[in-house]
């Protein structure tokens, strides 16, 4: 009995650990975290999920855990399977110790698409938002070049590195200078839309969207720092750019 | 530009962040089909009012709520097809030229930017969260509705 409520808590905070480490919202991981708990008769749990850490304690007599969370990327699969094995085992259709495994699977197969793919989609979006926002055809080529070289420094230099902003600050002053050049040498027509079209993959929507989204919820810890991570990122944006159009 | 056209690009720009986003693979054209009709939304919106909260509000309130029909028909969280569908209605313009004016020390300017950067992150909030009071009503409703006869 002992080792069965064990499990369950090491389940509920491996999943709610894997949830916040690939970018779900922090109300969701609170629910996965008690439905799965509620399931397995731990019914007294609390949870208090922040973007850095989780806290759990599965009854008033079992000791409270706590778990860091030191790396986040987005990672949408991930969450997906994720949400599926703790429906599978709210429904009773796997058992505690199979939906642990599954979980451990999850984590250890990091399951991403090919980072050439990744690339190629982001200079197709960067194309496709230099168009939207009015820009003209001329400048297709430039945005195409600009977004996936981007995209692919702040990627690397972030695997490398694990500083973001470092590299998102690199990944904007390359983007700014491929504008630059371009215009110069009479390859594009107006820096500014380039730069805006191209900058979209690096731009923290996700974390502005999630981070009003977790305000309005009441998660008022988790949605002050993930706004204190997006306005730090737009600012190595805007300061990569800035260095950029100073030359 | 044409709304043809428009729509296209703007499900490729979507379909694009499924990718970098990593979503489920079936899940990509769906993410599509989204990030489209959100933006279709917001586009005809902005022609009929030139006001920039009212079209994020009503393109996110879109998105969010096809995201739901979506997440409810494929038994998947929400949040992997609202993503991809609301990036593409991120203020990145004006807070971009609000970052740009701040270092170029042009402060009012900036403010002016960052003043539309919020209110539109502020609406495309709103929309997200009405679209899911009103899901989550009619879902209340049907079920009664279900259960009664």
């Given at each position: 009995m002992t080792q069965d409520t064990e499990l369950a808590v090491e389940c509920c905070l491996l999943a709610g650990r894997l949830m916040m480490e690939s970018g779900a919202e922090t109300y969701r991981a609170e629910d996965t975290m008690d439905r799965m708990a509620i399931s397995q008769q731990l019914t007294q749990s609390q949870?208090?999920?922040?973007?850095?850490?989780?806290?759990?304690?599965?009854?008033?007599?079992?000791?409270t855990r706590l778990v860091?969370?030191?790396?986040?990327?987005?990672?949408?699969?991930?969450?997906?399977?994720?949400?599926?094995?703790?429906?599978?085992?709210v429904n009773k259709d796997i058992t505690l110790p199979e939906a642990y495994s599954e979980l451990v699977n999850i984590e250890k197969e990091h399951?991403?698409?090919?980072?050439?793919?990744?690339?190629?989609?982001?200079?197709?979006?960067?194309a496709s938002f230099l168009l939207l926002y009015g820009g003209t055809f001329k400048d297709v080529p430039t945005a195409l070049i600009a977004g996936g070289v981007g995209f692919s420094i702040s990627t690397l230099l972030e695997m490398k590195t694990r500083v973001k902003f470092f590299a998102e600050f690199l990944a904007a002053l390359f983007i700014c200078l491929i504008a630059i050049f371009s215009v110069a040498w009479g390859l594009g027509n107006e820096v500014d839309r380039i730069i805006i079209g191209s900058v979209m993959p690096l731009v923290p929507g996700l974390l502005i969207t999630n981070a009003v989204r977790d305000l309005m919820a009441g998660h008022f810890v988790s949605g002050v720092s993930k706004g204190a991570e997006a306005f730090l990122t737009a600012f190595a944006i805007g300061a990569g750019v800035a260095l950029g159009l100073s030359f | 530009m044409s709304y043809?056209?428009?729509?296209?690009?703007?499900?490729?720009?979507?379909?694009?962040?499924?990718?970098?986003?990593?979503?489920?693979?079936?899940?990509?054209?769906?993410?599509?089909?989204?990030?489209?009709?959100?933006w279709l939304v917001y586009a005809y919106v902005d022609d009929l009012s030139q006001d920039p909260a009212k079209s994020s509000f009503a393109g996110a309130f879109t998105v969010a709520f096809v995201a739901h029909l979506m997440a409810k028909k494929f038994k998947m969280p929400m949040i992997i097809f609202s993503v991809a569908g609301i990036i593409p209605l991120v203020?990145?313009?004006?807070?971009?030229?609000?970052?740009?004016?701040?270092?170029?020390?042009?402060?009012?300017?900036a403010v002016e930017y960052g003043s539309v950067a919020l209110i539109i992150s502020g609406?495309?909030?709103?929309?997200?969260?009405?679209?899911?009071?009103?899901t989550q009503l009619s879902v209340k409703v049907i079920g009664r509705l279900k259960v009664k006869p």
């Open positions: 949870s208090f999920v922040t973007p850095t850490g989780i806290i759990f304690a599965g009854s008033n007599s079992l000791p860091r969370i030191s790396n986040r990327s987005t990672n949408l699969e991930r969450i997906a399977l994720i949400n599926s094995v703790s429906r599978k085992l399951k991403t698409l090919p980072l050439w793919i990744q690339i190629v989609a982001a200079s197709v979006a960067s | 043809f056209l428009q729509g296209i690009l703007s499900f490729a720009a979507a379909a694009g962040f499924g990718i970098i986003f990593n979503a489920p693979k079936k899940s990509l054209f769906y993410c599509g089909i989204v990030g489209m009709t959100g203020p990145g313009g004006s807070a971009y030229n609000a970052m740009r004016n701040v270092i170029e020390k042009d402060y009012s300017v609406s495309i909030a709103m929309g997200l969260v009405f679209a899911e009071i009103i």
